[in-house]
């Protein structure tokens, strides 16, 4: 079998179909990690962003059913789950004690970590590693908070550049029902308490995710996400991202 050949070459399980992953060349945004050889990472780093509530869990848990029935071996990150300084980042958020830098430089480091500890060794083994969440979040977070754009653009340098990043973007109404059919309360860090931007629990819900989506679109424009229509039913949006993540394995 000649090269192209294998590499078009499809495994067939029922209605599941996928193309064996082509290799991609990868790069980092800016500075990254120093002494990483990026052409040893053969694996897809697909990321998923979106507001709270906009259906990450879900599409991500489906992906991941998806992928390993069809034979890849898969890893999940996301933010804030590292062990090396996500209990400060905790206490941090409690007290809302620390300056906006050092908030940002917290999450970079977490972050940092993730990439060096889950990501990277995922990509090395050939595997396809899915983010819920990515810099786009920490630095749409930092945005609404002032932070300079170009700053952290340079800060997170640091990133690896994914194969494919999906924005579920989902209307304000939606993800209001979704997250009070989820946790009945609107969390404390979503609903923009910390911002002070009006006293009503929905108002400021509202306000808080429409600054977050302006900020989003800006970083859209800059790094190229895909959008992807998440008001659509769970399902329809399955379709799309395996669709699209279809065509990241078969290198198009
Ligand atoms: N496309 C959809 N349509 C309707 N409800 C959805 C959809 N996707 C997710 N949900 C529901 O919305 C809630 C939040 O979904 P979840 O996947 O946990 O979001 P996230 O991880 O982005 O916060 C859950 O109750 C989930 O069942
Ligand atoms: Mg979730």
Known sequence: MDRNSKDLRLKRDGKRRIVLPKPSSKRFYGHGIPGIDVHQLGGKLIVVEGADGSGRSTQISRLVEWLEGCGHATVQVGLKRSTLVSEELEQAKQGNILSRTTMSL???????????????????????????????????????????????????????????????????????QRNFAKNFALDYWESGMDLGLSRDMFDRFLKSQALMAQHFQRLQAYYGFTIVNGDRSMDEITLELRQQIESVLSGK
């Open 106 to 176: 917290f999450y970079a480091t977490d972050f940092a970590d993730q990439l060096e500890n889950r990501i990277l060794p995922g990509l090395r083994a050939g595997s396809m590693v899915l983010a819920d969440r990515y810099i786009y979040t920490l630095m749409v977070r930092d945005m609404v908070r002032g932070m300079d754009e170009h700053w952290l653009r340079n800060l997170y340098g640091i990133a690896l550049a994914p194969d494919a990043v999906f924005y579920l973007s989902v209307s304000p109404e939606q993800l209001v």
